[in-house]
């Protein structure tokens, strides 16, 4: 589908807009399809004061087709502008997807690197070690709207021998005037890696390197990510075939990130241990990228593939699927810690603030809201708390909020647990470890679930479909003691085509 053929089909398909606004699971402060499909969010960046947001998008199916870069605008977080799509497959090199990829801010525009995908079907193939394109598509905009060139720079024939057809996910990280791209791959052997190539002007790329961490983990790695924060290297990526262990790596696909010391001069390459960004359902492909104030943002899709449980709630309504709220990222004490951006306070409304004691039950509009819990432990009790955890070796509050009829989140024995009903649409119940429980930050959108614990630490993001959105919060632990502020949330406001 090229543009031409985007605008010709555009006008036919009103009824898909009309029926995305009948249905009460449209969120309100999260990012979705206009109509259609969405997954990866892709060229993540910020120019002259203007954030840009692309994702993976099939705009006339909410179902799997071929892959669009739509494209949102927004100077505060709070308005968004609804632009045309940015990027179509319209070249031999890209021809069956503009599959994901990244930006790099320069002073003159910005320049985009994707992975162009072709899918050959002229005989049987098994489309690992063939039968696929992944050609390494390079594109520059002045101001990310309108594009002033496009071509392709590396093909399979470029990537090193040993690799299978699974080479995608282009990000560029400059270092010393130097420019790497790091990209997911697949080698013969079913080891998942992540490749750098190296370039001094954006435009030639070769092969730098193959990077492997000590033990093998997974198959395939996607949506690679290099970055510093607060002195630290970190390098983020999507893990196929990783099998469970305990509370770690619950979901089908994992996605996290490893603290590493790349001395990219000299080739040698540190591994921490791998970290999963969220202990929650849905999550996948996040990429970040450094704004104007010098933040580090992070955005993920609210999704996975190949899950047991869906979210297809939402097909009848011509739409699927959405992006995680933007997540400021520090780096602190050997952790990666994410946090709701500072905008989203502009959504706030209807605030009240109680003693946890005093809270019992709370009906916020449309279960739209953001609720933040202190915990804390009577001063005479401290000591004789701490003697009993370290006796225990655990912790030992309890606690249990039902965030909707059944959508429960309790702590027990050190042990935090998200456990869903008939909304989970086949989601069941997450896990994870909490030492000591300080407090909870929970964002509740119409269908979607995002909580902070200890101020980020971790997170556990879902979505949920309830029948009815006249849901009540309610604190079922009586021993608890510190405090609560709640608001409910007001909406993003998005300009449309049709609107502009």
Excluded at 69 to 91: R, S, V
Excluded at 254 to 271: H, I, R
Excluded at 296 to 324: C, F, K, Q
Excluded at 397 to 418: A, N, Y
Aim: with cysteine.
């Amino acid at each position: 589908m090229n543009k031409e053929i985007y605008l010709e089909e555009y006008p036919k398909h009103k009824n898909m807009r009309e029926n995305v606004k009948r249905d009460k699971n449209r969120l309100h402060f999260h990012m979705m399809p206009p109509t259609g499909w969405m997954n990866d969010p892709n060229g993540l960046c910020q120019f002259h004061g203007i954030n840009h947001i692309y994702f993976q998008y099939t705009p006339f199916l909410a179902g799997w087709g071929t892959k669009l870069w739509g494209h949102y605008t927004t100077q505060d977080w709070i308005h968004y502008e609804e632009e045309e799509p940015f990027l179509f497959p319209d070249t031999k090199w890209d021809r069956d997807g503009v599959y994901s990829g990244s930006a790099i801010v320069k002073e003159d525009g910005i320049h985009f690197f994707y992975t162009g995908n072709v899918k050959l079907h002229d005989k049987e193939y098994d489309y690992i070690m063939n039968g696929r394109e992944q050609n390494t598509m390079h594109l520059f905009s002045p101001d990310g709207k309108h594009i002033t060139y496009k071509e392709m720079v590396m093909t399979n024939d470029d990537y090193p021998s040993n690799m299978s057809k699974h080479v995608r996910d282009p990000k560029v990280y400059e270092k010393d005037g130097m420019y790497y791209m790091i990209q997911g791959g697949r080698d013969e052997k079913d080891r998942g890696c992540a490749l750098l190539f190296q370039s001094t002007n954006l435009k030639n790329w070769k092969w730098y390197d193959t990077i492997y961490p000590e033990k093998t983990f997974g198959y395939m790695w996607e949506c690679p990510d290099l970055f510093e924060i607060d002195g630290q290297q970190i390098m983020t990526c999507c893990p196929q075939g990783v099998e469970q262990k305990g509370y770690d790596y619950q979901n089908v696909y994992q996605c996290g990130y490893f603290p590493v010391n790349f001395d990219l001069v000299n080739k040698k390459y540190e591994f921490g241990t791998f970290v999963e960004f969220d202990k929650g359902f849905d999550i996948y492909a996040t990429q970040t990228f450094q704004d104007e104030q010098g933040r580090r943002i992070l955005i993920g899709w609210m999704g996975i593939p190949d899950a047991e449980y869906d979210n297809d709630a939402t097909v009848s309504y011509d739409w699927i699927h959405a992006l995680t709220m933007p997540r400021e990222l520090s780096f602190k004490d050997g952790k990666l810690l994410q946090k709701p951006l500072k905008e989203m306070q502009k959504l706030r409304k209807n605030e009240f603030h109680c003693a946890l004691s005093e809270f019992t039950q709370w009906e916020p509009e449309d279960s739209c809201f953001e609720l933040h819990i202190d915990f804390e432990e009577k001063a005479e009790k401290m000591e004789k708390v701490e003697i009993i955890e370290k006796e225990r070796g655990q912790q030992s509050r309890s606690m249990r909020l039902q965030l909707r009829e059944d959508v429960i989140l309790s702590l027990k024995e050190g042990i935090l647990r998200l456990n869903m009903g008939k909304s989970g649409r086949g989601r069941k119940e997450r896990a994870t470890k909490v030492e000591k429980l300080r407090n909870l930050t929970i964002f509740s959108d119409t269908s979607a679930i995002e909580i902070f614990i200890n101020d980020g630490e971790t997170v556990m993001t879902t979505r949920v479909y309830s029948e009815n959105l006249k849901q009540k919060v309610t604190f079922l632990s009586k021993e608890n003691t510190g405090s609560v502020t709640g608001y409910e949330l007001g909406s993003f406001i998005v300009h449309h085509h049709e609107e502009v």
